[in-house]
């Protein structure tokens, strides 16, 4: 790049504040996980611009390494495939990973209320971009990491309206804003990705709308595709156009220190693998998944509220947050020897808690607890639908526990260390065909590293 289009650097940083709601975050452009994302700050605000109309370039270097010391490969009969663990997470015994090297490039809109333009786009490569390029289909393990992979994470135009207080208009893709989590590791309160997470629709495309009604109060509302999928959302008979709707609010206090946001999503037709884990079965009558688009009807809906709250008297070190979930499908199915109802409800909850020591080191803990009245939710360890009621099975759950502490060595360079331990209670095996068959509930023990270098 020439330096003349360069007109000056910014110092770089790598905050690991996660959970107060600081200025919007462009990472997360959805109204979205202002808490969760506000991370992204150290990679947005300290960018390089490449010319006054701000046009600016930054990223991210993750590498990791995790260690699984059931040494279970993350295959469909593993308990690591239980947990909730995506591809990289899930590796057998110790294995270096490179998470993902992170390219953004943005025309932000300014803070003023009069017609302008900008545009995003958020480009992914490594390992765990194996996992969002592929979620909607397929049976992936650990095996399937690939450093070389591609992965589009956002890519949209942006248009502000003055109108009121001002309406942006996003269209294109983007991140969905459910959660305290979102796709970039670095930005989230630990290295592995929560159950909720990996049971929430992460990215979606379509056209997202935002108001700020005052400073306390911010709505959203967008309509899409379908949650992770390229294509529309149809019925079993492949004629309908399906769309999915989302709106939100978030609720700030006056003193700015917390935060409160719900999410609401409906779809006219079953979403593409919106809700379940990477792996899942082949789909038979015994072991059975919910079916991708085209071979069963129904509407799902997802409701999402989360929050955060930074105590004033421990002046920004001391910070909570909470995650909770309910989603549920309800329709039919129609497959090759199988005819049944599809009913699957799954819901969950997490609390999470940091404190930060001083400026070089923080410690962070993370509890979710996920449960479903099938075992639908978990992709391969259950019958998601059945022409018989035995099919359904009422008391699915998985918990995991994380301690992360945050050392940040420099301005742009941050290091994280990470244990966790799961388990569960009725996992089904999908290679016995039982439940609590030969597999274990747990507890299935990890421990990680990360380095993460800014730009």
């Known amino acids: 790049m020439d330096s003349g289009f360069i007109t000056k650097w910014r110092s770089l940083c790598v905050v690991t504040l996660w959970i107060i709601d600081l200025p919007t975050s462009s990472f997360s452009q959805v109204a979205p996980k202002e808490s969760a994302q506000e991370v992204s700050k150290c990679i947005d605000s300290n960018s390089l611009s490449l010319d ?87 049976s992936l393990s650990n095996t399937d990491s690939n450093s070389n992979s591609l992965f589009t994470e956002q890519a949209f135009t942006t248009f502000r309206i003055p109108v009121g207080n001002g309406l942006n208009l996003k269209f294109g893709k983007t991140e969905a804003p459910l959660g305290l989590e979102g796709m970039d590791r670095p930005t989230n309160p630990c290295i592995t990705y929560g159950l909720l997470f990996n049971v929430m629709p992460i990215w979606f495309i379509g056209m997202v709308s935002n108001y700020t009604f005052d400073p306390l109060l911010k709505a959203t509302f967008w309509i899409d595709n379908g949650s992770n999928t390229d294509n529309n959302i149809t019925s079993s008979s492949g004629t309908s156009d399906g769309v999915a709707f989302g709106g939100g609010l978030v609720v700030t206090a006056p003193s700015g220190n917390a935060n409160w946001k719900n999410y609401l999503i409906y779809g006219t037709s079953i979403f593409s693998n919106s809700h379940i884990s990477s792996n899942k079965p082949s789909l038979t009558p015994s072991a059975a998944t919910i079916p991708p688009e085209g071979e069963a009807s129904g509407f799902p809906i997802i409701y999402n509220s989360n929050g955060s709250w930074a105590p004033l008297c421990f002046e920004n070190r001391l910070y909570f947050g909470v995650n909770a979930l309910l989603g549920n499908i309800q329709g039919s199915v129609s497959l090759p020897g199988v005819n049944g109802v599809l009913n699957d409800c799954w819901y969950g909850a997490g609390l999470y808690a940091k404190y930060y020591f001083n400026d070089f080191f923080s410690l962070q803990g993370r509890g979710e607890f996920l449960g479903s009245n099938t075992a639908g939710v978990f992709g391969n360890q259950g019958t998601a639908f059945s022409s018989s009621p035995t099919g359904h099975l009422t008391g699915n759950n998985i918990w995991e526990s994380t301690l992360t502490a945050n050392f940040n060595l420099s301005a742009d360079c941050l290091i994280r260390a990470e244990y966790r331990m799961d388990w569960g209670s009725n996992i089904y095996n999908t290679k016995t065909g039982n439940h609590n068959g030969s597999v274990s509930g747990g507890p299935a023990y990890y421990a990680g590293a990360e380095v993460v270098y800014s730009f």
């Not at 490179?98 to 480009?123: H, P, W």
């Open 52 to 138: 006054p109309e701000r046009i600016k370039l930054s990223g991210y270097v993750d590498f990791g390494y995790s260690y699984n010391f059931t040494g279970s490969s993350g295959g469909a009969t593993d308990y690591s495939s239980v947990n909730g663990r995506i591809l990289t997470d899930t590796a057998q015994r110790g294995d270096f990973n490179l998470y993902a090297v992170k390219f953004a490039l943005e025309k932000e809109l300014t803070s003023e209320n009069r017609f302008q333009a900008g545009f995003r786009i958020d480009i992914m490569i490594g390992e765990d971009s194996a996992y969002f390029a592929n979620r909607s289909g397929g």
